[in-house]
C-alpha cells in the first residue's frame, strides 16, 4: 500500500524558514514524480512544486518560485520542500502527492502538514 | 495559466438523487482532466481520471464526461458519504484546480 506522511509543519514568524518532509512508502520512490499541493483554511487546493523521480527536473508555482525548494532523497525515500521568506499567504495544509507520469493526476495524498505563518 | 472554474459553488441535493457538477476550462485540456473528492480534515481523494476513468475502488455511481473545455462529474443515487467538496483539475499544461463544489444535503 502507498503510503505518505508530511511532517515539519508548525508555527513560524514571516520571513522565516521551514523545512517540509515526506515520507513514502509502499513504492518504488525513485520511478515516480512527487508533488507539494498546498490548502489555505477554507479555501481551495494550489499545486506548489514538483520534482522528477531522479530529482533532476523541478517546477514552482510562480507564487512561490524564487523561495521555496523542493528536493528528494532517493536512498530514503523522502521528498522535502525548503520554505524561505514566508509569508503570511504561505498559511495553509501542505499535501505531498505522487505522480505517475507527466500527463497524470496526483494519487494518491498524504493527510498533510499545517504551516502557520504569523505577521 | 488555464484557468478551470467550477459550477456551481454548492449544490443541494437529496439523498438518493442524482447530482451534476460541471467543469469549465479556460482552454482546451483535452482529457487530462481530474476529479477529487474532499471530507473535512482529509485529503483529497482522486474520483476520475482521464475525465472519464473511475480510480481504483471508486463506486460505479461516479461517473465522468467531457472534453476540451466543458466536463460533467454526475453522482448518481447518492449515498451519505458522498456530501463533501469536489475538486477538478487539469493536468494537461502544468496543474491548475478548480475552487469546488461543495454537495450539501437538502
Known amino acids: 500500500e502507498v503510503q505518505l506522511l508530511e511532517s515539519g509543519g508548525g508555527l513560524v514568524q514571516s520571513g522565516g524558514s521551514l523545512r517540509l518532509s515526506c515520507a513514502a512508502s509502499?513504492?518504488?520512490?525513485?520511478?515516480?514524480?512527487m508533488n507539494w499541493v498546498r490548502q489555505a483554511p477554507g479555501k481551495g487546493l494550489e499545486w506548489v512544486s514538483s520534482?522528477?523521480?531522479?530529482?533532476?527536473?523541478?517546477d514552482y508555482a510562480d507564487s512561490v518560485k524564487g523561495r521555496f525548494t523542493i528536493s528528494r532523497d532517493n536512498s530514503k525515500s523522502v521528498l522535502s520542500l525548503q520554505m524561505n521568506s514566508l509569508r503570511a499567504e504561505d498559511t495553509a495544509v501542505y499535501y505531498c502527492?505522487?505522480?505517475?507520469?507527466?500527463?497524470?493526476?496526483?494519487?494518491?495524498w498524504g493527510r498533510g502538514t499545517l504551516v502557520t505563518v504569523s505577521s | 495559466e488555464i484557468v478551470m472554474t467550477q459550477s456551481p459553488a454548492t449544490l443541494s441535493v437529496s439523498p438518493g438523487e442524482s447530482a451534476t457538477l460541471s467543469c469549465r476550462a479556460s482552454?482546451?485540456?483535452?482529457?487530462?482532466l481530474a476529479w477529487y473528492q474532499q471530507k473535512p480534515g482529509q485529503a483529497p481523494r482522486l474520483l476520475i481520471y482521464?475525465?472519464?476513468t473511475r480510480a481504483t475502488g471508486i463506486p460505479a455511481r461516479f461517473s465522468g464526461s467531457g472534453s476540451g473545455t466543458e466536463f460533467t462529474l454526475t453522482i448518481s443515487s447518492l449515498q451519505s458519504e458522498d456530501f463533501a467538496v469536489y475538486y477538478c483539475?487539469?493536468?494537461?499544461?502544468?496543474?491548475?484546480f478548480g475552487q469546488g463544489t461543495k454537495l450539501e444535503i437538502k
Open positions: 502527492a505522487k505522480r505517475d507520469s507527466s500527463n497524470s493526476p496526483f494519487d494518491p
Open positions: 482552454q482546451s485540456v483535452s482529457s487530462n
Open positions: 482521464g475525465a472519464s
Open positions: 520534482i522528477s523521480g531522479s530529482g533532476d527536473y523541478t
Open positions: 509502499g513504492f518504488m520512490f525513485n520511478r515516480y514524480a
Open positions: 483539475q487539469q493536468y494537461n499544461h502544468w496543474y491548475t
